[in-house]
């Protein structure tokens, strides 16, 4: 497989760092925490934040819900949260949770209207095209690259030694296509779940073109619950995420190439194959949650072949999680079995 040698023989609209052609790096993902009172839970997120930050990962992925369902959803809570974020050293890369906007309807969570948290994350949490952390990053976002999407600041896609990495904004709660249980499905349902259908389809398309190594994909929901058929490998249709699902195994096939798909939202640790016959070049990876506060380190090897490993990244002042378990998974693409739990 032929390796860019420059920035400019990859795609010149899309963002790159200095490093982007080292042989083997490692980023790290979360999600799902902290949950609970500040004085309880802050100290131990941050105690993972000083772990993470001394492994020195080149980036960081948080897949949303920075606090539970019944936390409040204040403005002082969610920049809070987003202050939390840039005390990472590096980049850090964020994609909204359900518990941030959706949820915040609940009278535990102050009863706030969803859309104008919605609103408010946009704002404070994606002012510009670059990412949070200590040392932030240019991404792509689909609201500066895409006509008629000028909404979606949070939908970003950055390449980092010729993988492509994406976020797409699909949440818990069943995508808030039913906001209120019997509901239909909602107009911000409907307009969030084109733009993030548009903008992956997008993603594999210029990813496939440039010889990407390998695509990452990074949302927060998890997808693989109520509603999925893992034997037919089908969504049902008032899933809110059957349209995201089938684009994903749809342009996956194209691509032929490794895709990881990271979420959190159930709060287990573990990697499976959702779709060994329709997309088997899919591996899903689930990330620890607040029940236990550790991280993944997921560490890419480019040379001599294409390499992830999957390991517990675990939180110094707290006790290890039942069976840590690394994982690796090589460049061949051929799965005869079917889920493989890290739980």
Not at 53 to 82: M, W, Y
Not at 273 to 283: D, E, L, Q, Y
Request: net charge negative.
């Amino acid at each position: 497989m032929k390796r860019r040698l420059a920035a400019g023989l990859v795609v010149a609209c899309l963002a790159l760092t200095s490093t982007a052609m080292a042989a083997e790096f490692t980023f790290v993902a979360l999600g799902d925490m902290p949950y609970g009172p500040r004085e309880q839970d802050y100290p131990a997120f941050k105690a993972l934040i000083a772990e993470i930050n001394r492994r020195a990962p080149v980036f960081t992925i948080h897949l949303g819900d920075t606090k539970s369902g019944v936390d409040p959803c204040s403005d002082q809570e969610l920049l809070a949260q987003r202050d939390l974020m840039n005390s990472f050293a590096s980049a850090l890369i964020y994609t909204p949770g359900d518990n941030e906007w959706t949820d915040c309807h609940r009278l535990l969570a102050g009863a706030y209207d969803p859309l104008d948290r919605l609103a408010f994350i946009r704002t404070h949490y994606f002012p510009t095209d670059q990412s949070l952390g200590g040392q932030p990053m240019r991404l792509d976002r689909q609201s500066d690259v895409m006509t008629g999407f000028e909404p979606y600041v949070e939908n970003t896609r950055f390449n980092w030694g010729g993988v492509w990495f994406v976020t797409a904004h699909v949440v818990g709660s069943n995508n808030n296509y039913d906001a209120i249980e019997g509901s239909e499905a909602t107009g911000e349902f409907l307009a969030r779940d084109e733009a993030d259908r548009v903008w992956l389809a997008d993603s594999f398309d210029k990813a496939t073109a440039a010889d990407a190594e390998a695509m990452v994909v990074a949302i927060h929901a998890d997808m693989f619950g109520s509603g999925f058929d893992p034997e037919e490998e089908t969504f049902d249709p008032y899933s809110g995420f059957k349209g995201f699902a089938e684009t994903l195994i749809r342009k996956a096939k194209v691509f032929r190439k490794r895709v990881i798909l990271l979420f959190g939202d159930s709060h287990v640790f573990r990697m499976f194959h959702p779709f060994p016959r329709s997309a088997g070049n899919v591996t899903a990876v689930e990330v620890y949650g607040a029940e236990h506060m550790h991280a993944v380190a997921v560490t890419i090897r480019l040379d001599p072949s294409l390499m992830f490993t999957f390991a517990p990244l675990l939180n110094p002042d707290l006790p290890e999680p039942p069976q840590p378990t690394t994982h690796v998974i090589g460049d061949l693409l051929h799965f005869p079995t079917l889920p493989l739990p890290l739980d």
